[in-house]
């Protein structure tokens, strides 16, 4: 067994919704069946017993492919990790699959399989596997690789109210929303919190003094500059007092009721490795953490130190490696509690408690090891969110607003909430932006707390779910002139609008990046953009096959056309249906409250129908097509032609535009324009743009050159007429001839090469197409061959000519020429006034600039 090729799948996909792992899996012919290999069976069980006995979805036999996805998976969920989806897919090639295993985070995948393909080494070689070893390197990077509890309780609550996330690095940045509507998340920060807040909340001293201002309580206290300065300051505000970073976090360096100068000296040198010192006078009670999450008070948790109880039997060291043990703590802060450490901080607990970690405290006995009860240092947390005094809370919410900190961690000591903090002579001690949150979402004992959605309330308003206007824009043909066509139109209703095509990514119109831009990245890329109000992507089969689609759905999806199909044999898509089953991902990932705008009168896309969770919008050339009157019938949106207009129809709601007002069609001339521009109204339509914004965009939008490349570019030359096209498949073809046929010329001209990575079928079916329509043909070879050897597609066209009826054939001058300009300028010597000319571009740029300069000099 060879995997020779691994993929992720991070968008809905083929397959699934789901993010998931695709290896391309070669087997030989005796791994076809794992019951032919002797006593692999009972060896993997003994290996690794939870696989069970792996099989094969369709009921035959099972490959080792069929292992490795079954290894994948449970490796995974021993692992911890919740996935469940899992698939072996057989190719047309003999031995050849394609394995899907589910993945939460992606490095957990890949390393899953690789883990997989061990074990199935290993029992092939009757080797031992150490599954319990592999499962902990799997535990180990997912919890490494995952979002921290904090943050992934904001994302789940942000993906439970239907709010689009993604993580935009490998920490905790992540990116809610989509264009103009994102918000961004750091951990337990928001992109509205401003690096002065933070820098407030960061200097100790400095919020000290806006808290007192603000009349909320605080104890007193100085930054020091030495250990003599430090027992100075301790005179001042009189003992015990407390020593800390005047920049800190995470309980880093704070030594609390310190007593007696020696005492000061050790917690002057824990603190002063982080930077300049703070003494201030300590305050007596407990410690409690206040969450404040824009203007409430979210959740409050009394913490205690870390500590151990005496058994009278285990020493405290050991006592520590007891409470370790409990899976809710590790060394991080995956989860909700952290490991105790023996540091040198707990050392000068214990000593002052007369107590070293060797010594076996007595039964009952209480062993605080550090004074500071942050969670980050081995504490606990006992939520008392409801007990929280109105008063005490107030002091909170106003230390929060008072620094500028939109998310809050308010530290304060008292003997309790439920009494003001002036009644008691409690305060604030401390003011965290960026605060941990597992303490309320997991306390150690009372009620979890939902704060995760507390802060997607504060950042999202009730209705909005961050998302903007999608469109994508699938098919064989037409795609990227319907494309163009929605985003002018968008733009024209005074939207920001994002576009990607073959073409480029496009912002409002400008190019910001160029070359086939028609994959899952640039339409990330676009929903990036904090600018963009509408995004029109469109989407071809090769990205979504190598790693589905950019965004989790849409609220409009178009499919132009299935045809005959394009590109097949590659990528494992042979025929036009399966072909459709690719191109209706996009279908199939429509909002339920959006729309499919479907081609009635292709079978493959009108039966995309069924699959779509939204509603359908048909259009069609044909008014009477059945599927399309059928739909009529039952009153739902269709765009159709009716004499030389194009309507739009809903129940006994009509409205139309002629097509003379639609400079793209040529006056309804150009057939498979006039398809374009029905699927671009019914996609308007769905997103809800107004009847006469649609007209705008319609009458200002024409087929040149500048606005639509490579489109049924039209151009006077020497007195003829020449069009550059970018057609490159039979169906291409089609619609071509039947503008070609329809339009007066004296004699007509084609230019045409042939894209290397086609079937030979395909390449030959272009020309044959093309015979009966033009009178001369020049081939031309230049960067579109593909891999292909040096005269290979022109001899293909050649016989694609030559094999055409010979009754309905007109062409009867085929020439062959090196590079795209010299065939094109060939072409243009041969004509006269009235002729016509299609030329069938394959480097647009190049091509249509060159073309543009002969018009200009005739």
């Not at 003011?431 to 939902?450: C, D, E, I, K, W």
């Amino acid at each position: 067994m060879e995997i020779i090729r691994i993929r992720a799948l991070r968008g809905p996909n083929l397959w699934t919704r789901k993010t998931a792992m695709l290896a391309l899996v070669q087997c030989m012919p005796q791994e076809c069946d794992i019951s032919h290999l002797p006593g692999f069976v009972a060896q993997l069980r003994q290996s690794f017993a939870a696989i069970g006995t792996p099989g094969s979805e369709a009921g035959g036999a099972a490959t080792l492919a069929h292992v490795l996805q079954f290894a994948a998976l449970v490796l995974q969920q021993e692992a911890g990790a919740k996935v469940d989806f899992s698939r072996t897919v057989a190719t047309r090639e003999p031995g050849l699959y394609q394995v899907l295993v589910e993945y939460g985070e992606e490095a957990v995948g890949r390393q899953a399989l690789q883990q997989a393909e061990n074990l199935i080494r290993a029992t092939l070689a009757g080797q031992p596997f150490g599954a319990a070893a592999a499962i902990a390197a799997l535990r180990e990077l997912d919890e490494h690789e995952r979002l921290g509890p904090s943050t992934g309780a904001i994302v789940q609550a942000a993906a439970a109210r239907g709010i689009p996330c993604r993580r935009l690095t490998r920490g905790s940045l992540v990116q809610f929303g989509w264009g103009s509507r994102q918000r961004r998340i750091q951990a337990a920060e928001v992109d509205a919190t401003s690096t002065v807040a933070e820098s407030i909340a960061q200097d100790k001293q400095l919020t000290r003094k806006l808290l007192q201002a603000a009349g909320v309580p605080v104890p007193l206290g100085r930054p020091v500059a030495s250990p003599e300065d430090a027992w100075v300051a301790a005179q001042e505000v009189g003992l015990p007092v407390v020593a800390k970073p005047q920049d800190g976090n995470q309980g880093k360096g704070v030594t609390v009721n310190i007593q007696s100068r020696e005492e000061l000296d050790r917690a002057y040198q824990a603190a002063a490795r982080y930077g300049t010192v703070m003494v201030e006078k300590y305050l007596p009670g407990q410690d409690y953490r206040l969450l404040v999450v824009g203007d409430r008070l979210a959740a409050a948790a009394r913490r205690e130190p870390p500590q151990v109880i005496g058994d009278g039997q285990h020493s405290v060291r050991e006592l520590v490696e007891l409470v370790n043990l409990d899976p809710r703590r590790s060394d991080g802060h995956a989860t909700s509690l952290t490991r105790i450490r023996l540091d040198d901080i707990a050392l000068g607990q214990l000593q002052l408690q007369g107590l070293s970690p060797e010594a076996v405290p007595a039964e009952g006995q209480k062993v605080v090891l550090r004074h500071n009860a942050n969670l980050s240092t081995g504490g606990s947390a006992t939520d008392v969110t409801e007990t929280v005094h109105p008063a005490v809370a107030a002091s909170a919410i106003a230390a929060a607003q008072m620094v500028g900190l939109d998310i809050c961690g308010v530290d304060v000591v008292c003997e309790s909430v439920e009494r003001p903090l002036e009644e008691q002579a409690g305060g604030v001690v401390e003011v965290n932006a960026a605060p941990g949150l597992r303490m309320h979402l997991a306390p150690s004992y009372g009620q979890p707390r939902p704060i995760g959605k507390y802060v997607v309330d504060m950042l999202f308003e009730r209705g909005n779910d961050g998302r903007i206007p999608i469109v994508s824009v699938t098919g064989t043909n037409g795609k990227t002139t319907t494309s163009r066509l929605l985003a002018h139109m968008l733009i024209a209703h005074g939207l920001v609008t994002g576009m990607t095509n073959t073409d480029g990514i496009y912002i409002n119109g400008k190019l910001i990046e160029s070359g086939d831009c028609s994959g899952p990245r640039s339409a990330r890329n676009v929903l990036f953009h904090p600018e963009v109000d509408a995004a029109v992507l469109e989407v071809a089969r090769g990205g979504i096959l190598r790693e589905g689609l950019g965004f989790d759905q849409s609220q409009v999806a178009v499919v132009t056309n299935i045809g005959a199909g394009d590109h097949l044999g590659l990528n494992h898509i042979h025929t036009a249906e399966e072909l459709a089953q690719v191109k209706g991902v996009t279908v199939r990932n429509v909002s339920p409250r959006g729309y499919a705008v479907l081609n009635a009168e292709d079978p493959l896309v009108a039966a995309m129908a069924s699959t779509t969770p939204g509603q359908v919008i048909y259009f069609a050339l044909d008014k009477h097509h059945p599927v399309l009157a059928a739909h009529r019938s039952q009153g739902r949106r269709s765009v159709y032609v009716e004499g030389d207009a194009i309507v739009a129809s809903e129940g006994s709601w009509r409205d139309s535009i002629a097509l003379a007002e639609i400079p793209v069609t040529q006056g309804g001339r150009v057939a498979f324009q006039v398809q374009n521009v029905m699927a671009a109204v019914a996609a308007a339509w769905g997103l809800g743009l107004p009847t006469e914004t649609i007209r705008r965009g319609l009458a200002s939008f024409s087929a040149s050159a500048d606005n639509a490349p490579g489109r049924f570019n039209t151009l006077q030359i020497r007195g003829a007429t020449v069009v550059a096209d970018y057609g490159h498949n039979p169906d291409a073809m089609r619609a071509l001839v039947q503008v070609v046929e329809a339009t007066p010329a004296g004699k007509r001209v084609l230019v045409i090469s042939g894209a290397g990575d086609r079937r030979d079928e395909d390449i030959r079916a272009q020309t044959a197409i093309l015979a009966p329509a033009f009178d001369e043909a020049i081939l031309y070879q230049d960067a579109c061959q593909r891999g292909r050897a040096d005269g290979e597609v022109l001899a293909l066209l050649r016989q694609g000519f030559e094999g055409a009826d010979a009754a309905t054939r007109r062409v009867r001058r085929i020439d062959e020429v090196h590079g795209e300009i010299a065939a094109i300028d060939q072409a243009i010597a041969r004509l006269q006034p009235g002729d016509f000319c299609l030329v069938l571009i394959d480097q647009v740029e190049l091509a249509l600039e060159h073309l543009q300069q002969l018009a200009r000099q005739h």
